[in-house]
């Protein structure tokens, strides 16, 4: 595995030289944030982002996300053109080393909770989502700082109504349509596509989502095998669907997982959760187990820790400060090295009992 960092380009507050200083992480997780969602990325945007990261010792060969234009999401006319301009971003992307690419199909908005600041009794916060308070939310007046978009109330009001007549079935072959039309890109650049489910993993304010576990991860091989049709395993996105089985996704999948998001979380109700520190023994899910589950499925991709808390005072973006995705980075090392050499010894002493024999 080559353990990452998501780093939110020139603007995120957390300087490369910091992200560098964190043991073992070899490379950072970033985007160009400035081409509107729709048009081709250009070569010297992408080249200035490699710049800044090579020069700080680091790699980027992992981008989130290159995000997909709703036109594509709801199957319109202008899809083609949209699709081959998202192509072309591939193929640049392949020039400068780019090997994975993490994207959504989730329409309108991208992942959501209800509190981006739940204090903890340890003087600690973080994100939380209460269904109940879902409900009540407003989605035309709805902000997240994580959130690499955001709408007029005009354009939102449109999307609204236009994915009325958007089932699931119908967004399931969008999404076909859209793999199939950049595949030869994919094929071309050697990039692998890495789908986020979607967070949390059911549909919200009618809106259809269709990533939400493993039936979705068979229909879409079954519908695209194309090598580089892939996913980015989130334990948080998946873990909050209390039906996700995440160690038999972890080890069926593990070779099509090109990118995993690990993180914590406690659940508060059958909906409900609120997100922990990394540790297993921080919430609900087996972070050990998982990690476990993809070592002996023969994951190779890449890992990056996902949200953190705000810990040591810190006032970071939501989920995205430094500290606690550090200690979360640390404690993945610790969790890989040890399952890593242990399968890895087991393997070895099985050979060597198979030749005494
Ligand atoms: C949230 C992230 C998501 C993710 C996108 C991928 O913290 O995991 O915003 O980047 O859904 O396209």
Redesign the pocket.
């Known amino acids: 595995m080559k353990m990452t960092f998501?780093w939110y380009g020139e603007q995120d507050s957390i300087p490369l030289r910091f992200i560098k200083q964190i043991p073992n992480v070899s490379g950072v997780v970033t985007a160009v944030y400035d081409t509107p969602v729709g048009e081709v990325w250009q070569e010297e945007k992408i080249a200035r982002l490699m710049r800044l990261c090579g020069e700080a010792g680091l790699e980027a060969e992992v981008i989130?996300?290159v995000?997909v234009h709703e036109d594509i999401k709801l199957g319109k006319p202008s899809r083609d053109r949209l699709i081959a301009n998202y192509a072309q971003t591939i193929r640049n992307l392949g020039k400068f080393g780019v090997k994975c690419v993490?994207?959504?199909f989730?329409p309108v908005f991208?992942?959501l909770r209800t509190d981006l600041k739940t204090p903890a009794s340890d003087g600690s916060t973080s994100l939380s989502y209460s269904h109940e308070a879902l409900l009540k939310l407003d989605p035309k007046n709805l902000h997240l700082p994580?959130?690499?978009e955001s709408y007029t109330s005009e354009e939102l009001n449109g999307l609204l109504a236009e994915y009325k007549r958007i089932t699931h079935e119908k967004l399931f072959e969008n999404l076909v349509y859209f793999l199939n039309g950049i595949m030869p890109a994919c094929d071309e650049a050697g990039i692998n596509m890495a789908i986020?489910p979607d967070?949390p993993p059911w549909d919200m304010f009618g809106l259809p989502r269709i990533v939400t576990g493993e039936q979705s991860y068979d229909k879409m091989i079954n519908a695209v095998p194309n090598k580089h049709n892939g996913f980015?395993f989130?334990t948080?996105?998946l873990g909050a669907g209390r039906g996700n089985d995440l160690l038999a996704m972890a080890k069926k999948y593990a070779r099509r997982i090109y990118f995993a998001?690990i993180r914590q979380l406690k659940y508060c109700g059958e909906k409900d959760f609120i997100e922990a520190g990394h540790l297993t023994d921080a919430g609900d899910l087996d972070i050990y187990a998982v990690v476990k589950a993809l070592i002996e499925g023969g994951f190779c991709g890449y890992v990056r820790p996902?949200?953190g808390r705000n810990i040591w005072g810190e006032n970071g973006k939501a989920?995205?400060g430094l500290y606690d995705r550090a200690l979360g980075a640390c404690y993945l090392n610790g969790l890989f090295e040890a399952i890593e050499k242990t399968v890895r010894n087991a393997g070895v002493e099985k050979k060597l009992t198979e030749k005494t024999r």
């Open positions: 998501r989130e996300s995000p993490c994207y959504n989730m991208d992942w994580g959130w690499d986020h967070d980015t989130c948080g996105s998001h996902d949200h989920g995205y």
